[in-house]
């Protein structure tokens, strides 16, 4: 290997290296309001991931990287997700909307496949917004929304950064990226393949008295293409997921090996139009195909299909621009097209949906910005000739900088989310109904952010209040025929505060901390009925000197509520949903291949204090436990990584 005097080494590292948080925090960001604007400047609970953020503390997939945000917690269990501000996880894989360079990934289905299935190579960063984002987005956009922007050609030439790692859990990970650029072309080729052998997913049988345990097993295959071209892009995105699907049934004897298969693609192609150096046209047309089909090993695969297949066609466009040095002005309109085909126990259907939204914001002064949009989204076209349905959704937010240093944020925003056609029609006999006249969930937020930010530092303190109506659950069905049945019965109030703070230190030492505080209740005034732990603690502490690099994350939760709040007639067979500690390690030491090339050999130590983490069961209407498994023991993880 060539040597290089200490110097030279340092420069080629410093070319290496990703952004400092200086440089981070002056990056605009775009997801809040779909310009680019200072992270002071926008008016959202937004938080920001960077590459080097992510290089440092270690992961393997999307979900690990999210949980280390405040107020935001995954759930790695049946069906991957994450949940926000104590959100439930299984209502939540419809309530939050994952974006890639912009544009919706998981809008209606759900975003979970994107929390493994994007390769972390190519992320430039992530930004996410805490709270409603549907004045632009549309549905989904309810209790989270994150944007996934991932990198592009900086300079001439061919850049990679490419890895294989190999580890406990008979795991083994290739995860790649490729980026291109010549003059007005720019491209990337990123990749992932992930094959996890399986972790032990231990459920007690109450029958034998004994713990038995199923492999909790996972693959990804994905390919993603980006190319630019002047004002043209063009995106494709394709993943196959297998994953384990299930670790609750017990007795023992009882079991059924289902498992998950779940390919989708993401297709966008986009043009921006440059009026003059101040009015700009965006347009976009999005096609979304995604599938989820259950099997059983052949066991239980003749009498219970499970397929849904869904695809979505959104066209939109924006524009954007000054109405004068102190205003303003993106106005926008969407046509989104649905369709449920080929499903096993969900009619095929088609909907459509039409969307016109706006959002102005006025310098007041040079310190006073005020911020006013709305969404009026229609529907064109409802399965069973059902009457059309609409929603108008508000923003109103004020921000005023205290001093140069100091600022002082208020929004009130809401938000919805649609039923699905699937909702709407399902009919599995003597199992669940569909319901054709549900009402869209909403979510109304009111949010008071006190924001501080120096070169070296960064801090937040958010309070909310959340108001959710018509929550669409599963309910006993009035149909003899039917043993459960979709229905606008839940209304859920919470409230919260949030804590964030980032620090450079100094040129080697970064650290950041994040704290929360919840509390929930529905309407019939039971506290804590989405189960979520009150208080969260969180921090992380990395050590750079170019050569080496050291990074730790802690990960600390009360404790769970017991799901009895809600199915008493639960059965109790697994440990209770104690708190946890999650620690992660991460080690890794750099050199100089030559004098473009870097080559990393890491060692990554996952849940070093080998807890046992159990999660409540909230879907008792299915599944009557207590809890389930949700996390896997120690494990240890050795990478190469080698970039040029």
């Known amino acids: 290997m060539q040597s290089f005097p200490v110097a ?141 922007i991932t990198r592009q050609g900086k300079s001439e030439g061919w850049q ?94 009882n079991y059924i090996p289902w498992s998950k298969l779940h390919p989708s693609t993401f297709t966008n192609l986009s043009h921006s139009y440059q009026f003059d150096n101040n009015w700009k046209l965006d347009s976009h047309y999005t096609n979304i195909k995604k599938e989820m089909e259950w099997s059983s090993e052949g066991i239980a695969d003749d009498f219970i299909r499970i397929k849904s297949p869904l695809n979505i066609r959104l066209l939109e466009f924006n524009l954007s621009g000054d109405l004068s040095d102190n205003v303003s002005l993106l106005v926008g309109a969407y046509h989104e097209h649905r369709r449920v085909y080929a499903a096993s126990t969900i009619p095929d259907a088609k909907e459509r949906y039409a969307s016109l939204y706006a959002q102005i914001k006025y310098v007041v002064t040079p310190k006073l910005n005020v911020e ?116 606008n019965s839940g209304e859920i109030s919470s409230y919260g505060i949030e804590l964030e703070y980032k620090h450079q230190l100094t040129a080697q030492w970064y650290a950041e901390l994040s704290a929360t505080h919840q509390r929930n209740e529905d309407k019939h005034g039971t506290e804590n009925i989405n189960l979520a732990p009150n208080n969260s603690f969180k921090f992380g502490l990395s050590y750079d000197d170019s050569r080496w690099q050291l990074g730790m994350y802690l990960l600390s939760y009360s404790k769970y509520h017991d799901n009895i709040l809600f199915d008493p007639n639960r059965e109790l067979v697994n440990p209770p949903a104690d708190g946890y500690n999650w620690l992660t390690v991460k080690a890794s030491r750099k050199f100089i291949v030559n004098d473009d090339n870097q080559l990393t050999v890491s060692l990554e130590i996952k849940n070093l204090l ?14 009557p436990i207590n809890t389930l498994p949700a996390r896997e023991d120690l494990g240890a993880f050795l990478s190469v990584n080698y970039q040029f």
Do not use: C
């Open 160 to 253: 990679a950064n490419q890895s294989i790692a190999v580890g406990s859990f008979d795991s083994q990970i290739i995860d790649a990226s490729y980026v291109y650029k010549n003059n007005d072309l720019s491209g990337a080729i990123n990749v992932l393949y992930t094959d996890i052998g399986g972790w032990d997913a231990q459920t007690f049988d109450p029958t034998k008295q004994t713990t038995f345990s199923k492999k909790a097993f996972q693959t990804d295959k994905t390919l993603h293409l980006d190319i630019n071209y002047k004002a043209l892009s063009l995106s494709h995105f394709r993943n196959l997921q297998q994953k384990f699907g299930n670790f609750w049934d017990a007795p023992e004897e």
């Open 8 to 148: 030279s080494q340092d420069d080629v590292f410093a070319s290496l290296f990703d952004m400092s948080l200086e440089e981070l925090l002056s990056t605009p960001v775009t997801t809040a309001s779909k310009q680019e604007e200072s992270l002071r400047n926008s008016n959202a609970s937004i938080s920001v991931v960077s590459r080097q953020q992510i290089e440092q503390f270690g992961g393997h997939s999307l979900y690990e990287i999210l949980e280390r945000i405040v107020s935001v917690n995954s759930n790695y269990g049946v069906l991957t997700t994450i949940t926000t501000r104590g959100s439930k996880p299984w209502t939540g894989l419809l309530q939050h909307l994952g974006l890639l360079n912009g544009r919706p990934f998981g809008n209606l289905s759900g975003a979970h496949n994107l929390y493994t299935s994007i390769p972390l190579s190519s992320i430039e960063r992530i930004e996410y917004i805490r709270g409603p984002g549907s004045v632009l987005y549309g549905t989904n956009a309810y209790q989270g929304v994150f944007n996934i």
């Open 372 to 487: 006013l949009g709305g969404q009026y989204v229609t529907s064109v076209e409802l399965i069973n000739n059902i009457d059309n349905q609409s929603d108008f959704v508000p923003r109103l937010g004020l921000t005023y900088h205290l001093n140069d240093v100091w600022t002082l944020k208020l929004r009130h925003a809401k938000a919805f989310r649609h039923p699905s056609s699937g909702e709407r029609t399902i009919e599995t006999p003597g199992i669940q109904k569909g319901t054709p006249d549900l009402r869209s969930e909403t979510i109304n937020t009111t949010e008071a952010q006190l924001f501080y930010q120096t070169d070296e530092k960064l801090f937040t303190a958010t309070l909310y209040k959340n108001e959710e109506h018509d929550l669409i659950l599963l309910r006993p069905s009035d149909d003899p025929n039917f043993a459960l049945e979709n229905k």
């Open 610 to 623: 080998d807890e046992s983490v159990y999660q409540p069961n909230d879907t008792p209407v299915f599944y």
